[in-house]
């Protein structure tokens, strides 16, 4: 569990493997509750590599000093963040705010 909102990973690591390889992150939002977006890469054991680029939402709440995970969306490919952001922008795309 983490403490501090920077430590926060996704990043797993299976005698002395890396199974998910978080690539980035950026936090939407902060306080008692805290929501991040990550790009990782998952490991494939049958093809001995890591697998496309995903990317997961995930929300946090902080409970006794510690972040501990509430919720997760993964975005299962590339055309659907892609879907995702077209709808978003056409959403927002004439707001003011």
């Known amino acids: ?8 990973t996704i990043q797993y690591e299976e005698d002395d493997r890396v199974i998910v390889e978080e690539l980035d992150k950026e936090i939407l939002s902060k306080g008692a ?10 490991w494939d054991p049958k093809v001995e590599g890591f697998g496309p680029e995903r990317y997961s939402i ?4 902080k409970v ?4 501990r995970q509430q ?7 590339i055309q659907q963040a892609q879907k ?3 709808t978003l922008q056409r959403w927002i795309g004439g707001s003011e705010d």
């Open 33 to 42: 509750w805290t929501t991040i977006i990550f790009r990782y890469r998952q």
């Open 58 to 61: 995930r929300r946090y709440r």
């Open 1 to 8: 569990m983490a403490s501090q909102i920077d430590e926060i």
């Open 71 to 77: 919720s997760k969306f993964t975005i299962s490919s």
């Open 64 to 67: 006794n000093n510690e972040y």
């Open 84 to 86: 995702i952001i077209e």
